[in-house]
């Protein structure tokens, strides 16, 4: 790296070069041997050398100031002649040989200072202080200092070669040279032409930044139509030439073009390759002779085409993947005329055609609406299923008057047969789904106006011929629920939902209501859990007896459901007469009452050894799975303390007694052992339960759990949902609470 022009002159004066200054330099400046041009008044330019710590005159420009001359040998000292006009002989010019100092004596040969290889500094000095020319014999420069902006150096004829590089400032990167063929200018960071014309006759290479500028602010290049770029940085081509292809025109660029805002295009755009357009607004025409793609596979662009009326556009929604048209916006076919797809402000989509419209489809057709489907024609409307297939309606179909009918079959062609189905399930892995239902339902008055009737009709066989058969009422069905069959009624099972009436017989879905005469009825009905009451009422004085008259064995059995008293109750006295053989009244099931007995103590001495306290408020259950009689082998006590967003209860469980597999859908529980011994089996897996350590089942995990000796655990879980318990055993499943849930009272 090139030395600083400071750097410089600190190194000529280590190199015993020579200072510039005013006045008698101080002793404590420089070294011995130190040269220092000096300005003093009266002597003019004082040139100094440093001897023994002091500073020496040793030539003037003027008059030399007083010198002390070292002389002698051996250390002695004299005091010598210290004014130059003391010195006698000086005034003949008999020694030509040496020059002098007025300058009068002119050289009259080459000058050399130095030998080869020993040169030595030569300083010229010009008429201004500080101003002069210094040959650097060391650094073999030649330097010229001058004053700031005034002419250091005037060539006045003839030529300056420089062979190698010519440096300016401070040898540092500005220079100029030459290898004999290339004229190379270097700038340490710019180059600055200040010329009025810069003539280029050849090619301009420039592997930099160039920037042209004109004291006017438009720099120009070239002549009639030139190209020119304004102060504000605006290029403008005046030729006029047109392009016809990427080679020709007015301006040609080989590479890529960066344009940061708007193109603007006043006539045609014409491009060959694929174009990538971020935002473009175009005024006038476009013709695409090739393919045109919007965005990349994956990854599109949002389209809008509007059209002349405001708020009518169509557009791509690539967020949506959806054509968009707005409004009253319409997709024209053929030759924009009748037959188009339209979108009303309303919200309406409209399919026009001029004559037919044709819906054609390899597949199937789907039309799905939130509202109601209307089929307007003013002819008939034909649905026309290939042979053997059905129409099927999905929902409410609405038909504004007419009549639904097949299209009449050929002469000799029996008529088409039509079904009406409900919808029917999907046969697969779910059990126990529904069909749908199937409604015909007459129209509604209002008022005292009456509904509409549904009448069924059918055509009977008639004589041989080739005439219709005519059509006769088999059933109506009127406003006032009443159905009126012209023909007989055939079959095993009649259903009503209110009542049915046979003579003075009523029939309702729970009772038989029976009036053999006036006021004397006999009532069977059923009531809530499967309960039969006979009734008999005579307005007499007459008893209503009932009498039952078996020609075989006659068998009354209470078996009601666990839980439920299974007693044979008599009100009144029971007289049984006549009889050939014994009567025996007995129940079907085990006594209940001695096992929740057994039960109860069995779990009040387990509570007790826990140090487990309840109180009468709380709800207790015996959940026998398989019946009351099999509890001490499959179930469990669960006493429910609390069941809010949190839900805590107590289980207790009898020795060698289980609970069957099963899991929760919406709740989730912990188990923790207070007395016992308890294994809890998570997913077939076996985990021994611990006192103090609660075990977490979440929701859909299969668990069991069993104790040997039996045992209390303390279950906290979230909110206990009725049903959420789904057994491994259908079985289970399928019973009605009831059917395995005794609720009892411990205390």
Same mark, same amino acid.
């Given at each position: 790296m090139a030395l600083t022009r400071e750097e410089r002159k600190l190194l000529h004066q280590k190199a015993k070069q020579p200072t510039f200054g005013a006045g008698k330099p101080d002793k404590s400046e420089g070294y011995d041997g130190d040269i220092s041009f000096r300005k003093v008044e009266g002597s003019g330019t004082v040139e100094y050398v440093k001897q023994n710590g002091d500073w020496i005159a040793v030539a003037s420009s003027g008059e030399m100031p007083t010198v002390r001359i070292v002389g002698g040998s051996g250390g002695g000292g004299g005091t010598g002649i210290t004014v130059h006009g003391s010195l006698s002989g000086l005034g003949s010019d008999d020694h030509k040989q040496y020059i002098?100092?007025?300058?009068?004596?002119?050289?009259?040969?080459?000058?050399?200072?130095?030998? !080869?290889?020993?040169?030595? @500094?030569?300083?010229?000095?010009?008429?201004t202080g500080s101003d002069l020319f210094f040959w650097d014999a060391s650094e073999e420069v030649l330097q010229i200092t001058g004053t700031n902006a005034a002419t250091a150096l005037d060539i006045l004829d003839g030529d300056v070669r420089v062979v190698d590089t010519l440096y300016f400032y401070d040898r540092g990167g500005e220079s100029i040279s030459s290898n004999g063929s290339t004229l190379s200018i270097a700038g340490g960071s710019e180059i600055d032409l200040t010329a009025t014309a810069i003539d280029v006759n050849g090619t301009f290479d420039a592997s930099g930044t160039v920037g042209l500028a004109s004291s006017s602010g438009v720099t120009t290049i070239g002549s009639s139509n030139a190209l020119t770029v304004s102060a504000a940085g605006v290029l403008t081509v005046n030729s006029a030439t047109d392009a016809t292809s990427s080679t020709s025109g007015s301006t040609i660029i080989d590479g890529g073009v960066g344009i940061a805002k708007k193109l603007y295009v006043g006539t045609d755009l014409d491009v060959d390759g694929t174009t990538n357009l971020d935002a473009v607004d175009i005024d006038g025409n476009v013709q695409l002779d090739g393919t045109f793609t919007i965005g990349t596979s994956g990854n599109g662009h949002e389209v809008t085409m509007h059209g002349s009326t405001s708020g009518n556009y169509i557009q791509y !929604? !690539?967020?949506?993947?959806?054509?968009?048209?707005?409004?009253?916006?319409?997709?024209?076919?053929? @030759?924009?005329?009748?037959?188009?797809?339209?979108?009303?402000? !309303?919200?309406?989509?409209?399919?026009?055609?001029?004559?037919?419209?044709?819906?054609?489809?390899?597949?199937?057709?789907d039309i799905d609406t939130v509202g109601a489907l209307t089929l307007d024609s003013g002819a008939a409307i034909n649905l026309e299923p290939a042979s053997g297939s059905t129409i099927l309606l999905d929902g409410t179909i609405n038909f504004d008057a007419g009549v639904i009918s097949t299209t009449a079959t050929a002469n000799n062609v029996a008529g088409t047969a039509v079904s009406f189905s409900a919808g029917n399930t999907t046969a697969g892995t779910y059990n126990n789904v529904a069909g749908g239902s199937l409604t015909f339902q007459g129209g509604q008055g209002k008022g005292s106006g009456a509904g509409g009737d549904i009448i069924f009709k059918t055509a009977n066989a008639g004589v041989s011929g080739p005439s219709l058969n005519a059509l006769a009422t088999a059933l109506t069905i009127s406003d006032d629920l009443s159905s009126t069959f012209t023909g007989a009624i055939i079959g095993t099972t009649i259903d009503a939902s209110t009542d049915f009436t046979v003579g003075s017989t009523v029939i309702t879905d729970d009772s038989i209501v029976m009036t053999p005469s006036d006021g004397d009825t006999v009532t069977v009905a059923a009531t809530a859990n499967g309960a039969l009451t006979i009734t008999t009422v005579d307005t007499d004085t007459a008893l209503a007896d009932i009498s039952f008259v078996s020609d075989g064995s006659f068998s009354i059995q209470a078996s009601g459901a666990t839980g439920n008293e299974n007693d044979l109750k008599f009100t009144g006295p029971l007289n049984i007469e006549n009889l050939d053989d014994d009567v025996e009244i007995k129940s079907s099931g085990t006594n209940k009452k001695v096992i929740i007995d057994e039960v109860r103590k069995k779990v009040l001495d387990l509570l007790k050894r826990a140090n487990v306290t309840i109180t009468p408020e709380d709800e207790v259950e015996i959940s026998s799975h398989y019946g009351l009689e099999k509890f001490e082998e499959v179930g469990c006590l669960i006493i429910n303390k609390i069941n809010r967003e949190y839900c805590k209860k107590i289980i207790v469980q009898l020795s060698n007694q289980k609970h069957p597999v099963h899991h929760h859908i919406k709740k989730e529980e912990t188990f923790e052992l207070l007395y016992g011994d308890c294994e809890l089996n998570l997913n077939g897996k076996n985990i021994e339960l611990e006192v103090g350590k609660p075990i977490l089942i979440s929701r859909g995990v299969n668990h069991s759990f069993a104790s040997k000796n039996g045992c209390v655990v303390e279950e906290v879980s979230t909110t206990h949902h009725l049903n959420d318990s789904k057994y491994e055993n259908v079985e289970i499943s399928s019973l009605d609470l009831s059917k395995r849930k005794v609720y009892i009272n411990l205390l």
């Open positions: 002098l100092v007025d300058g009068t004596r002119a050289f009259t040969g080459a000058v050399t200072v130095g030998s !080869d290889g020993a040169g030595h @500094d030569v300083t010229f000095h010009s008429g !929604d !690539d967020g949506n993947d959806e054509l968009v048209l707005t409004q009253d916006t319409k997709i024209m076919f053929h @030759d924009s005329g009748a037959e188009y797809i339209g979108a009303t402000s !309303d919200g309406n989509l409209k399919i026009n055609a001029g004559t037919n419209l044709l819906l054609n489809s390899a597949g199937s057709v």
